[in-house]
């Protein structure tokens, strides 16, 4: 959804997205869209920035870090972003950058990419670990298999013969 900025009337404008998970392709494996992306987005618009405030609400699916299953992951976000034109962002040279600034982007015509932007802001709060409860097991690092639904017969006393020199040591 681009968003032609000479079209707002007055200093802002209020969009309601609602985006599916075919529109919605994160391109991230491991992750995948499982219902309807849902957004609420005012931009308003500056001498010479542009400032955009939303809400996000999506429902994942991520696979387990520990057992590589897939599992169903709520994402509920407020964000807050600012474009400004070319002419007014600078790469040259050292200067101090307020925190502010770290949410600042380029915008190059008078036109938002209102998907690019929420697909940049989903992945910046996907979580760090991605667990499916956390008790899961994981995977056996013998056999492989998932020891949240088997109990493998892999023997656990079993030392790798590097350290086996330190069973030994008491």
């Known amino acids: ?26 391109e991230t494996d491991g992750v995948s869209v499982s219902a309807p992306i849902r957004s ?9 920035r542009l400032k955009v405030v939303g809400k996000v609400a ?14 169903g992951h709520e994402l509920r976000f407020e964000f807050i ?5 070319p002419e007014h962002f600078t790469t040259d040279g050292e200067h101090q950058v307020s925190g502010e600034d770290l949410n600042v982007d380029v915008i190059e015509d008078d036109r938002l990419d209102l998907v690019g932007l929420l697909k940049e802001q989903v992945l910046l709060n996907l979580p760090e670990s991605a667990y499916c409860r956390d008790d899961c097991k994981g995977l056996c ?11 493998c017969s892999c023997n656990e006393k079993e030392i790798d013969p590097r350290w086996a020199a330190l069973r030994n040591l008491k």
Do not use: Y
């Not at 609420?40 to 010479?48: P, S």
């Not at 972003?81 to 034109?85: E, K, L």
């Open 81 to 85: 972003a600012g474009f400004v034109p």
């Open 40 to 48: 609420e987005v005012t931009v308003t618009k500056g001498a010479d």
């Open 1 to 26: 959804m681009i968003i032609d900025l000479n079209s707002i009337q007055g200093n802002h404008g209020d969009f309601n997205v609602e985006l599916s998970p075919s529109e919605f392709d994160l």
């Open 141 to 151: 690092d013998k056999c492989g298999e998932n020891r949240n639904l088997i109990n």
């Open 58 to 71: 999506a429902d994942l699916e991520i696979d387990c870090l520990r057992c590589l299953e897939p599992f």
